[in-house]
């Protein structure tokens, strides 16, 4: 059996994991970026990547979806998130599941909203998964919508593709995914999203302190606490000019770290908790954070799972935060290292992924 795996760097740890679990189980690894596929539409549609009829892979594990020399999205041996953005500060389209979002997103969430007079582009996601990019002029950057397109033609044409391209466009989409969660009716914080500043701050006040993200933000930067002050104000005034709209949760408080939950067909095999740095309340890896382990309960496996299912994701890393009034979902996302997990709790969840895709093909 023939499984393609989709990275950005073949030698990222997550992705030989994924390797090396596939030649254990007796499939045939095929390691490929999707930077290098072409696509040919003549007489007959064909994907390929190199002398790889990609077609003729019998599934296909997403690793990543990132560009190359660094853009778009990428992994980290750190274990670091992964999300979906320009590395660069370059434009990338990102479409939701309804098609309902609109977005760009920069290298810490740079500028969002729908083409302009540079060129900027902006991906708008179709029923069927599909994403176009617009754009004035020349255009702005169109890998990120092709790679995900290309994801989306090879699961049209029958390939199991895991994660499927719209569970990873909508997990690597913050107001997607606080939108779902509470239309599953699972806890997550209070969130506003508004290109008014009264509105804001209005939401601001009520909380007394909130957090503002990047839509399409990843590795925990461009992360903010604010408060109704002068700073803060001038903060978000920033935010807004650059971005065009502000995504603003409430400030959970917690006792300095947050747990990573990892889920594989409806299982989990394993979490860690995520501690933030001295100084610091950002807990991601690869902001300096460490990691230990975390027992995972009924509670923690069920929201983690629902979670991941909300979205669509047949395996995820799950963030979850132990506020005062309980667990609450804060994000999923779709393609997640693996390493972490694996240096703290010594569980290799490429065999569990690589086991849940084989049963799947």
């Known amino acids: 059996m023939r499984i393609g795996i989709a990275v950005t760097d073949p030698g ?47 599934a296909v594990i997403v690793r990543d979806v990132g560009g190359a020399g660094g853009a778009g999205v990428s992994g980290s041996d750190a274990g670091s998130d992964v999300g979906i953005g320009g590395g660069g500060g370059g434009s990338v389209g990102v479409g939701g599941d309804g098609g309902g979002s609109v977005g760009v997103g920069g290298d810490g969430g740079g500028s969002v909203g729908v083409g302009g007079d540079g060129g900027g582009s902006a991906g708008v996601g179709g029923d069927a998964g599909s994403s176009v990019g617009l754009g004035d ?12 397109d290309v994801l989306c033609n090879l699961e049209r044409s029958g390939l199991k593709v895991v994660n499927p391209p719209g569970a990873i466009r909508t997990a690597a989409n913050k107001h997607m995914c606080s939108y779902l969660f509470r239309e599953h009716g699972l806890p997550t914080p209070d969130t506003v999203l508004t290109s008014d500043m009264d509105v804001a701050l209005a939401a601001i006040r009520d909380w007394g302190r909130a957090v503002v993200k990047p839509i399409f933000g990843f590795k925990g930067m461009d992360i903010h606490c604010v408060v109704d002050d002068e700073h803060s104000i001038k903060l978000l005034s920033s935010v807004l000019d650059t971005r065009g709209v502000l995504y603003l949760q409430r400030f959970i408080s917690n006792p300095g770290r947050d747990i990573r939950v990892f889920v594989v067909g409806g299982d989990v095999p394993s979490a860690i908790y995520r501690l933030a740095p001295p100084g610091s309340w950002i807990n991601n890896l690869s902001r300096g954070g460490s990691h230990e382990i975390c027992e995972v309960t009924g509670e923690i496996a069920g929201l983690a799972v629902e979670a991941a299912g909300a979205v669509g994701a047949v395996y ?38 690589v086991k849940c895709v084989l049963n799947m093909v």
């Open 137 to 148: 002029g020349g255009g702005g950057s169109e890998d990120m919508p092709y790679r995900l």
């Open 12 to 58: 990222d740890w997550t992705a030989i994991a994924l390797n090396d679990a596939l030649v254990k189980a007796s499939a045939r690894p095929v390691v490929f970026r999707l930077h290098d596929v072409t696509t040919s539409i003549q007489e007959h549609n064909r994907i390929y990547a190199g002398n790889t009829d990609l077609g003729s892979l019998d």
């Open 316 to 353: 995820a890393g799950v963030d979850l935060i132990e506020g005062e009034d309980g667990l609450q979902i804060l994000e999923v996302n779709g393609t997640p290292s693996i390493r972490g997990i694996y240096e703290a709790c010594g569980v290799n969840v490429a065999q569990d992924i």
